[in-house]
């Protein structure tokens, strides 16, 4: 026996907090065998204990040496001396987990021979599912390799074993095989543990054949087929008899029964394992009343593009599956019918439907809603030739829909010298967001973000700005796209194309337009495309990425300055994050000096009329300055006209820069500014100073207005503009004494 190296003193805590102690005797070697009876109640199965500051020899040379502790009663630990971590183990081979494997972050240390060890069981948050550990999964594994288990009604099952063949048959064909052959076949057979795998076994160890005489008996036919068994052992294959055959590989007459069987309905190839997999047959009758209750229901198709969602089709909202088969039980009370089993209606309702309950998320299109109504009147009517003529036109509307949205997506396309990208406007966001019912009786500061997506990498850009930086507008909206362009410009790009919707007010006017020509004259960029989507089918992917954001601002309670929002918008996407630009009041640009310059002609070079509010396609080029190109629709085989925008008999105007749209902060409003000091007392003091800046800012009138307002003291001001009418230096003044109010509760 070892002579004890080392003794230690451990304690820990069970899982009922009672601490028990054992001397574990450090043993230099020796086979590992573990019996932990007497530890399961205290220290648990598999628990880990952590070792530091822990010096043993290296008995074997190995690396990650392996050293047994003999506990009372036969319990062993086994500890790693790199890892110093010792846990409980069945047997030698169990393997022993590394510090960062464990996930312990801090062990404690010994001093000399004793130390006190305890055993926190740390439990994740969600259990994960884990198929292996499940009892039924167990008992399948135990039985397919011919061990011991525990039946499904609790009938304990004894292991395979190898009984020993001494006797089987006139020829004696157990001779022809020595003990340890039997015990090879035997465990070969049972270490295959699967039942489709040791039927394939069987089948291909017996041959089976029609019997070419049959002997005639008191209870008829004798047989019908004649069956050989074989054997293989190394490389010869010996024919045995069915006893032998039967005992060697621990199996039933009846297994090998259904084996051959299902061999011989299937053509002669082994059918697989089919317990378990009962294919539950339908009654008809049962079932087409189903399907007639769930047509019952009235259903709403997508408007928004054919293609987008060709076969979804929409019930109400109200509705869910549970209550649609509510309804089906109080129908088959009435009919008198026996109703199916929920599992059954629900199953017919996820294979043969293609039904959702919330309706289309997309806002319709009012041209699809006037076609639905008048055909529905024509119909009505019995207006046969109005019903074919209408549904003529709304087949015409939805192909240019379409259309319009397979150029969207042959530019999704990756290419060296060329952009594609497609830029929307949020929903405004109104600042601060409490949970107060004041706020909703408040008028609150605007916040914009102009999202850009890249088509090719989906790389969102999110410029930001509020409304006492900029507005809205056309010329605001473009100075965003232009400082995007002018980037991708700068790394090599010679031409873009731009997707949006048809908002006139602004993408689809002569003033983003202005920005386009500048952009061309002065930039590498040989050719500009923007490319309008049908109003009302105008789904970009920037409405997935706002989505992602709305979402995330859900999640929040309360914002209380835009910057929050600002850093939900960096954080929200995981996978692809967004790119934050805040706009500086310095980066929007006003095309006045471009507008006085050129002329905003309504008619193109051929005489024609041109329709703003039609076009769906934008080009410019620049090889040819200040003329815009444009056309009704995106199919190529139809024609650009051109608008001349340069004077006549003047030059070409000159694009070197665009001067700032803003010189100041724009004012608020006086009854906005008065809203937002109400809620300044559910606001944390530290986010004041952002809103009374941007109310106390006296507002500075460009050198292009008419004239200047010269406030006195102890006077209010006097606007020469309507009130509440904006002038491109802000909306209206705040008094005198409001401004004073805010500057003494600042300071």
Request: glycine share 6%.
């Amino acid at each position: 026996m070892t002579e004890p190296v080392r003794q230690m003193q451990v304690s820990s805590m069970d899982h009922v907090n009672s601490k028990c102690q054992y001397d574990w005797l450090v043993q230099d070697s020796g086979d590992l065998s573990v019996a932990r009876e007497d530890f399961h109640s205290a220290l648990g199965i598999g628990m880990l204990y952590s070792l530091t500051d822990l010096a043993f020899d290296d008995i074997d040379g190995r690396t990650g040496l392996t050293v047994p502790f003999m506990l009372p009663s036969n319990q062993v630990v086994s500890l790693a001396d790199d890892a110093r971590i010792c846990t409980l183990t069945d047997n030698a081979e169990s393997p022993v987990r590394t510090a960062e494997e464990s996930g312990i972050l801090h062990s404690p240390t010994f001093a000399d021979s004793s130390a006190t060890v305890t055993t926190d069981e740390i439990r994740p948050c969600k259990r994960k599912r884990n198929v292996l550990e499940w009892k039924q999964a167990k008992r399948k594994y135990c039985k397919n390799h011919g061990e011991a288990y525990t039946s499904s009604t609790g009938r304990s099952m004894p292991a395979k074993q190898l009984a020993g063949v001494s006797s089987c048959c006139t020829v004696k064909c157990f001779s022809q095989f020595s003990s340890q052959d039997c015990q090879g076949i035997f465990n070969g057979f049972w270490a295959l543990g699967n039942h489709d795998a040791q039927t394939a076994f069987i089948g291909g160890c017996i041959e089976q054949k029609h019997t070419m005489a049959h002997k005639q008996t008191a209870q008829g036919l004798s047989k019908n087929y004649t069956r050989t068994y074989h054997v293989r052992v190394g490389n010869r294959d010996v024919t045995v008899c069915k006893a032998f055959f039967l005992e060697v590989l621990g199996i039933s007459a009846g297994r090998v029964d259904r084996v051959l069987k299902g061999q011989r309905e299937n053509g002669g190839v082994v059918t697989k394992d089919k317990r378990g997999r009962y294919v539950r047959l339908k009654d008809s009758r049962s079932h087409e009343e189903v399907l007639s209750h769930i047509r019952s229901f009235p259903v709403n198709n997508s408007h928004y593009t054919r293609a987008h969602s060709a076969n979804r089709m929409y019930l109400s909202s109200d509705l869910s599956v549970n209550e649609m088969y509510d309804l089906y039980l109080e129908k088959c009370k009435e009919m008198g019918t026996v109703p199916v089993k929920p599992w059954y209606y629900r199953d017919v309702f996820n294979t043969e439907f293609n039904l959702a309950f919330h309706p289309p998320r997309k806002d319709s299109c009012k041209q699809c809603d006037i076609f639905k109504i008048n055909i529905e009147a024509a119909a009505t009517a019995n207006d046969q030739a109005r019903v074919s003529s209408l549904k003529t036109e709304h087949e015409l509307h939805l192909r240019k829909v379409e259309a319009v949205r397979s150029v969207l997506r042959s530019e999704q396309v990756a290419s060296a010298d060329h952009e594609a990208f497609s830029f929307d406007l949020q929903k405004v966001m109104s600042f601060p967001q409490l949970t107060t019912n004041e706020v909703y009786y408040c008028r609150q500061l605007s916040v914009y973000n102009l999202g850009i997506h890249n088509l090719v990498t989906g790389q969102g850009i999110m410029n930001v700005w509020d409304e006492a930086v900029a507005s809205r507008g056309a010329e605001d909206i473009g100075s965003c796209i232009l400082k995007y362009c002018k980037e991708k410009a700068e790394s090599g790009i010679k031409s873009i194309t731009a997707f949006s919707d048809a908002c006139g007010g602004q993408n689809r006017n002569y003033k983003l337009a202005l920005i386009w020509m500048h952009l061309s004259q002065a930039s590498n960029l040989e050719e500009i495309n923007h490319i309008f989507m049908v109003s009302g089918h105008s789904y970009l992917p920037n409405d997935a990425d706002f989505g992602i954001i709305e979402r995330a601002i859900y999640r929040c309670k309360q914002l209380y300055v835009p910057e929050q929002f600002y850093n939900i918008i960096k954080q929200c996407n995981k996978k692809n994050p967004f790119k934050v630009v805040e706009m500086e009041q310095d980066m929007f640009v006003s095309v006045k000096e471009l507008e006085r310059g050129c002329t905003i002609r309504k008619t193109s070079l051929d005489g024609h009329k041109v329709q703003w509010l039609k076009i769906q396609w934008l080009q410019v080029r620049k090889s040819e300055p200040f003329k815009l190109y444009y056309k009704y629709s995106v199919l190529n085989d139809v024609p650009f006209s051109c608008v001349d925008f340069v004077k006549k008999g003047r030059k070409v105007p000159e694009v070197a820069f665009l001067k700032c749209a803003y010189s100041h902060m724009r004012t608020l409003s006086h009854d906005k500014s008065a809203d937002i000091q109400k809620l300044l007392k559910y606001i944390p003091p530290i986010n004041h100073e952002f809103y009374i800046q941007r109310m106390e800012n006296e507002p500075v009138l460009d050198a292009d207005d008419a004239h200047e307002n010269t406030v006195m003291d102890g006077q209010e001001e006097k606007e020469n503009f309507p009130p509440g009418s904006a002038n491109r230096s802000g909306t209206t003044r705040l008094t005198r004494s409001l401004r004073l109010d805010l500057k003494a509760k600042l300071s």
